[in-house]
C-alpha cells in the first residue's frame, strides 16, 4: 500500500537526518530512530483507526435506528436483523485496512432500570466489529487490531392506552372514507398488540402494555343499554336538562320537588315515558350541562349537571291544520291520552292552528301511552331512539380479537345501519362528542374507569381523531329548528351556553368553539391527542380549525391531512411517535 504524502516526507527527513555526521547527530539518531519512528508510525495507525471507528459508529446507529423504525411493524427478531443488517452495509464502505465487519442486531432489556435494578422495557441492540490490518505494527509486534461499535435503542417501556376516535357520519361516505379509516385503526392495532407482546416477553410481566378503544360516533356516541342502571346516569331526573321536553303536569298528578318531579312519590324521568309506550333505551346519551360537557368531571348525584342523560327524542307534534308544519319524529297522537271514552283530547284554537301552538302539543306527556302510538313507529326510523347512534362505545381493553373483530362489523354495516331507524339523519356530526367520550373512555373514573391513573407517569393515554373535519347537526325548517341530537333541539339553544356572543354564531361555528374547548382541556390533561383529517383540503378552513384542534403550533406532529396515497404512512408516522425511539448508547 503507497504511504501518504505527509508520512513520505517525514520517512525522507528522517533518513537524511540519519546520514548527518557532524558531531553527535548519528549517534543520538540511532538511539532515537527506533522509538521517533514508533512514535509516528503509531500515530498514523491511531489516526486511521479513529476515522473508522467514527464511520463505523455513525453506520451502526442508524442501522439500529432503521430496525426500531420498524419494529412495531414486524417484531422477528431474524427480520429486523436483516433491516439492521442491509442499511449497515447501505451505509458503511468497508477501506482497504479493515476485514468485512461482522454485524448482529438482538433484542433485549433496555437501560431503564426502576429501584430495584431490573431492567423496565425491550432494547434494539447493534454491534459491528472488524480488524483493522496495522500499518506499523512491527514495531509493537502486532499485525492487526479489533475496532468496533455498539449502539442501543431504547424503546419506549411506558403502557399505553389508545382510544380511536372515529367519524362515522353519512360523510364518511364518500370514497369509502370510513372503511379506510376503520383499515388504518386495524393497522395501528395489529402495532399495538404486537407491542405489549414483546414488551411482556422482555420485562417477564403480566402487565397489559397496550389497551385499546374504539369510539365510532356521528350525533353523539352510544354507551351501550346495559348501562342502563348506572350511577352515572341521571336516574332520578334531577338534571338540569332532563325535563325540556316534558310537562308532567299535563299528564300525571305530577309534582315540583327540588331536584326534579314526582308523581304518586315515584321519580317522573325519561324512563317513566319510556315504559309507558313499552319501548327501550338504546344506549345513547346527551351532552352534559355546561360546563361538565366540555370536561371529564366525575359524575355525582350531589351536582346534577355532571349526571348524563339518556337520549329520549320526543314525539313532535302532529298537523292539525292552519298554519301548522309537519315535523319529521311523529310517532304518537298528541290528542290519544289513553284507552276509553275520555281519553281523548279535544284539539280546538286554544291549541291548534299554528306553529307555536302545535310545539306546545310537543310537550304533552298523556300522549306517551300505547294507545296513542304509530304502528310499527320504529321500522320507519320513527321513536325515542331515532338518531341514537348504533355502535357501541368499546372500552380501553387488552383484548385485540375482541376490538379487531368490532372493526370488521363496522365496516361490513356502516353502509346500512348509521343510525337506529333512519340514515336520512346520520349526517350530523358531532366531533365535540366524539372527543369528549374518547376522554371518559380513556380516564380512571367513571363513566369509564378502564384508564390507569392520571398520575402514572409511566403510562401514555393517547386519542386519535379520524374525520373529514365538519361539524353540523340536522337543522331543519319547523319551530324545533333542527332533529333532536346529543344537545337537543337547537331551538332549546344548549349550543349557545358557554359562548360569549353566541347570536353572531351559525351552528357550525358553534360547535366548532366547543370542540376546540374540548381539544384544548383534553391536552391540558396530559392526552396525546392526534389529529387526522381525512380528504381535508390543504389551505381549508376545515384544516386550520383541525389544526387548532391537535394543538396550533403543536400540529405539525400531532395532526395530519391525509387521503388515499398518504394514509398507510401517516400511521406509521404516528406509530413511530408512540413507540419513543431513542438511542441509548
Known amino acids: 500500500m503507497a504511504l ?74 431474524n427480520s429486523l436483523a436483516k433491516i439492521g443488517d442491509d442499511y449497515f452495509r447501505a451505509n458503511f464502505e468497508a477501506p482497504e485496512d479493515i476485514d468485512t465487519p461482522a454485524y448482529t442486531l438482538t433484542i433485549g432489556p433496555s437501560a431503564d432500570i426502576n429501584s430495584t435494578g ?92 397496550a389497551k385499546y378503544a374504539l369510539i365510532p360516533f356521528a350525533w353523539g356516541a352510544n ?28 299528564g300525571y298528578p305530577a309534582t315540583a320537588v327540588a331536584s326534579g318531579w314526582k308523581a304518586s312519590n315515584k321519580w317522573l324521568t325519561r324512563s317513566t315515558a319510556l315504559t309507558e309506550i313499552a319501548d327501550s333505551w338504546q344506549g345513547c346519551v346527551e351532552a352534559r350541562a355546561y360546563p361538565h360537557f366540555l370536561t371529564d368531571a366525575a359524575s355525582s348525584d350531589l351536582v346534577p349537571g355532571t349526571l348524563f342523560v339518556r337520549h329520549f327524542y320526543p314525539d313532535e307534534p302532529d298537523m292539525f291544520g292552519g298554519s301548522e308544519k309537519n315535523f319529521p319524529n311523529n310517532y304518537a297522537e298528541d290528542n290519544i291520552a289513553g284507552a276509553g271514552a275520555g281519553s281523548t283530547i279535544a284539539i280546538n284554537g ?20 300505547k294507545f296513542s302510538l304509530v304502528a310499527d313507529y320504529a321500522k320507519d326510523g320513527l321513536g325515542p331512539n331515532r338518531n341514537c347512534f348504533g355502535f357501541e ?23 346500512d345501519a348509521h343510525t337506529i331507524g333512519s340514515g336520512a339523519n346520520d349526517g350530523s356530526t358531532n366531533i365535540q362528542q366524539g372527543l369528549v367520550w374518547g376522554w371518559h373512555v380513556l380516564s380512571s373514573t367513571l363513566p369509564y374507569s378502564e384508564g390507569r ?65 374540548t381539544c384544548t382541556n383534553m391536552r391540558n390533561a396530559g392526552i396525546e391527542l392526534y389529529v387526522i383529517g381525512y380528504g381535508v383540503a390543504a389551505g381549508s378552513y376545515e384544516e386550520s380549525f383541525l389544526k387548532q384542534c391537535a394543538g396550533g403550533d403543536r400540529s405539525i406532529q400531532y395532526y395530519h391531512t391525509v387521503d388515499d396515497s398518504n394514509l398507510t404512512a401517516t400511521i406509521e408516522t404516528i406509530r413511530n411517535s408512540l413507540i419513543d425511539i431513542r438511542l441509548a448508547s
Open 118 to 209: 431490573e431492567s423496565t422495557g425491550l432494547a434494539l441492540i447493534a454491534e459491528a466489529k472488524t480488524n483493522y490490518t496495522l500499518h506499523f505494527g512491527s514495531f509493537v509486534g502486532l499485525e492487526s487490531t479489533k475496532i468496533g461499535a455498539r449502539a442501543m435503542v431504547n424503546l419506549s417501556s411506558a403502557t399505553l392506552e389508545t382510544a380511536f376516535i372515529l367519524d362515522a357520519s353519512g360523510s364518511m361516505t364518500d370514497n369509502d372514507a370510513f372503511q379506510k379509516s376503520t383499515n388504518a385503526a386495524h393497522d395501528m392495532l395489529l402495532m399495538l398488540k404486537q407491542y405489549a407482546l414483546e414488551m411482556k416477553i422482555a420485562t417477564k410481566s403480566d402487565t397489559a402494555f
Open 350 to 369: 286554544s291549541n291548534s292552528g299554528n306553529e307555536t301552538k302545535q310545539r306546545e302539543r310537543q310537550f304533552w306527556t298523556s300522549k306517551y301511552n
Open 453 to 517: 391513573p392520571e398520575t402514572d407517569v409511566n403510562n401514555r393515554k393517547v386519542a386519535i381523531l379520524i374525520t373529514d373535519g365538519v361539524n353540523s347537526y340536522g337543522t331543519n325548517g319547523t319551530a324545533n329548528g333542527s332533529e333532536y341530537g346529543a344537545f337537543g333541539f337547537l331551538a332549546d339553544d344548549r349550543l349557545d351556553e358557554g359562548l360569549s356572543n353566541p347570536g353572531s354564531m351559525t351552528t357550525r361555528q358553534k360547535m366548532d368553539a366547543h370542540t376546540l374547548s
Open 393 to 415: 362505545i368499546v372500552p380501553l381493553n387488552e383484548q385485540f380479537g375482541l376490538t379487531n373483530s368490532y372493526i370488521s362489523n363496522l365496516n361490513v354495516t356502516f353502509s
Open 4 to 77: 501518504p504524502f505527509w508520512l513520505t516526507t517525514v520517512v525522507a527527513a528522517a533518513l537524511r537526518f540519519s546520514r548527518n555526521e557532524c558531531g553527535n547527530y548519528a549517534l543520538v539518531f540511532a538511539v532515537a530512530v527506533v522509538p521517533v519512528t514508533g512514535s509516528v508510525a503509531a500515530a498514523v495507525d491511531y489516526s486511521i483507526m479513529t476515522r473508522i471507528k467514527g464511520e463505523l459508529q455513525e453506520a451502526v446507529d442508524a442501522s439500529v435506528l432503521a430496525a426500531a423504525s420498524a419494529f412495531a411493524i414486524d417484531y422477528q427478531a
Open 223 to 250: 354507551v351501550g343499554s346495559a348501562s342502563k342502571n348506572a350511577t352515572w346516569l341521571d336516574q332520578n331526573g334531577w338534571a338540569d336538562h332532563h325535563h325540556d321536553q316534558f310537562d308532567w303536569t299535563q
